[in-house]
């Protein structure tokens, strides 16, 4: 083994933390791109002491960025999910709150060139295949981090980044019920199975013996129940064509009950080992285009609605997340939208072990 240097920006996306790299600085070959990448993070280790990692899932991913080829895009962006006790990296899914980062990173790194007052990046995510416009602050041609907006999980305030995305019905199946059900039963318990900007499970919270409302500490706590929805998972992953789950963050669960807080639904949403300490930004995203179908888990939601648009506020562990849903006329979903923000952290090079060959 030997030690090499790589360029790269660490960042904080919406309510996540990661490591952000221009597609040229890592090896090409996707075996020994991951093995520098889980010594980047310090994988597998419960603590990833040894790298970048902060011994959880929310604070060890990564994201990939290059110039895109394609007429409706600007960037490719590749979303990894670096296990942080396993050696494994998974990058079956996208990250919607490592996604607030793409159009900062990419403006930064001269990709995108700044317009006044705001920039349009225009990024494709590779793991679904979807398309996301991402509106960054960039006042006078300058990024603009500091501002007056606030999200749940994350103290302070920052500058806003609007991202709307196009492609949400079945990025992944072809379907956004891939099981061709609004619910069914699995293992015993009614889920809905939803593919929508990612593949998640749905089910009510009653149905596996909780409230909805406890802290990911109590749940991650429970272990009968984390057996359960496991179980749940992979038998639905099977049913919706994406394979064995056993090594992959896919199909992601989420755990839904009335609201206690002025939303308009609470959620419980796992990643999938644990439960997130806030809410994942497709899973908001599937939860809200759940609640546009019916007979589905989600569907007895109370939200704001329109002709053209509908807003879904989504009550997680840290507070609320809302998504707005463009409309067609016949009701399907045309986008869906979501604020976050994010900031820079450093900006330099990181060391990492290497194979010597």
Known sequence: MATTSIPCLQMRGGTSKGVYFLAHDLPSEIEKRDRLLLSIMGSPDPRQIDGLGGGDSLTS???????????????????????????????????????????PFAILRGLVEPTDPETLVRIH???????????????????????????????????????????????????????GNSSELIEGVRVTCIDSANPVVLMHADDVGETGHESPETLDADHPLLVK???????????????????????????????SDGG???SRYFTPAHCHAAHAITGAIAIAVA?????????DLEVHDTDESRTVTIEHPSGHVDVKLLLNEDRSVRSAGIIRTARPIMDGEVFAQVDDD
């Open 291 to 299: 609640s546009t179908l019916e007979g589905s888990v989600a569907a």
């Open 61 to 103: 991913k990564v994201a990939i960025i290059s110039p895109s080829d394609r007429d409706d895009a600007d960037v490719d962006y590749l979303f990894a999910q670096v296990s942080v006790d396993q050696p494994i990296v998974d990058t079956s899914a996208n990250c919607g709150n490592i996604l607030s980062g793409v159009g």
């Open 125 to 179: 995510n590779i793991n679904t295949d979807s398309r996301i416009h991402a509106h960054v602050s960039t006042p006078d041609g300058e990024i603009r981090f500091d501002g007056e907006t606030s999200i749940d999980g994350v103290p302070g305030t920052a500058a806003p980044i609007m991202l709307e995305f196009l492609d949400v019905l079945g990025p992944l199946t072809g379907e956004v019920l891939p099981t």
């Open 229 to 259: 929805i496991e179980a749940i998972r992979r038998a639905a992953s099977l049913k919706m064509g994406l394979g064995d789950a056993a090594d992959r963050v896919i199909p992601k669960v989420a755990l839904l009950s009335a609201p």
């Open 264 to 266: 308009s639904i609470c």
